[in-house]
């Protein structure tokens, strides 16, 4: 271990409270993301960054804001150095809603520090992660050490809602060579998770009145003077959607990345929506009248595919599926569905960090030597920012500290292992941006 890591991990261990009480202060700002809840005083993303961006400043950075919302500021510090060895730290400072308080042992937002934990909503999603990118970097100017490197430190907002702040982020160049977001990870260090994209498929029939439905299912030959017999699109969406199930455990028996589980690679129907006309937002104009025979349903699907998977064979893949089910229909061969991607302009691009390469090393080598518990090398199973930045060409780790109640009640972040995170933290800073 370097002389460098040796001393600012020494700076660490002389004040380990540091990380603990900006935890519970940042945990005390309630930043709910709005597009969940809108509630006076709950949505203050905005404060957070300040309280961020003075302590920042504060330690040399430079920094900027600017809102990817209204009102919703991203905040980029930066500590000058070269671009070949640039580095960014990130996280996203927004959180889900706590509920109505119900079943929670201490308030939601107290930020208080008790029984070896910080306590409250973000507490692990993911503040205790910022203020460990945070007091990282305070521990290396406490220390007195000058990186080589350019250090970035990224807090970004809307992560839960679909990452539009990190999208933003990127989409204005903000980049590096190598980044580290400090979700929480429970010790492990994770070079890889899965792609995923939300897509809607849109099934059309034909409307007609419910008394003709008997001829929907028994098709007769039309009589010159009789109504036309509808199609029933709900019908022919419940036949698509056994069929994208059969679809569905093929890609996940005969898909696989040795880092994620087996079956990863799943197809949610999360939205089904169907009725008669098409409107303009893309659904049906009609969903109460059940004496009409639907002529359109409109499934929303949460498509997620392996880290080694290129989302363009993934997309020709399930156009291919789509295409030979409606071939096999009489009317959906000449009405067929029609595919949309990057619903809501949600996508994020798979991670595939191999395990080899020098983040990864640098990552593992220190957490085993802090941790009591050595680190496992794993793929995520749910999808981070971390996806944004490797669409964009940076090479991203995962690592982060260990807590409980996320996304639930009771949040919490273990101290241990914030001041576990923030020597790894550190210590990755060094390696890859060197010193001078």
Known sequence: MSDAITAVWAAIDADPNYVVELTSELVRIPSVNPKFEQTAGLNEEAAVQGVIDKRLKAEGFATEQWDVFPGRPNLVANWDGSEDKS??????????PTGDGAGWARKPFSGEIADGRVWGRGAVDMKGGVAACMAAAHAIRKAGIKLDGRLSIHTVVDEEAGGFGAMDAVKRGKLAKRALIAEPTWGNVVPAEGGLTWVRVTIFGKAAH???????????????????PGVNAIELANR?????????????????HPLVPAGLATINPGVIRGGAGLGPDGNPLIMSNAAIIPDVVTIDLDYKFLPNEKFEDVKAEFESFVHHFAAADAWMRDNPPKILWDLFDLNFPPLNTPVDHPLVKSVVAHATSVQAKAPEVKGFEAVT?????????????????????????NECVDIPSLIETTKVIAATVIDNCGTR
């Open 87 to 96: 580095f960014i730290l990130c996280g996203h400072i927004d959180v889900v």
């Open 210 to 228: 419910a008394g003709w439905r008997f001829n929907s299912i028994f098709p007769q030959p039309h009589v010159a003077g009789r109504l036309e």
């Open 240 to 256: 698509f959607l056994s069929a994208l199930r059969d679809f569905e455990m093929s890609r996940c028996r005969n898909t696989w």
């Open 385 to 409: 920012d971390a996806a944004h930045y490797a669409g964009a060409g940076v090479v991203p780790v995962i690592y982060g500290p260990s807590g409980d109640g996320f996304h639930g009640k």
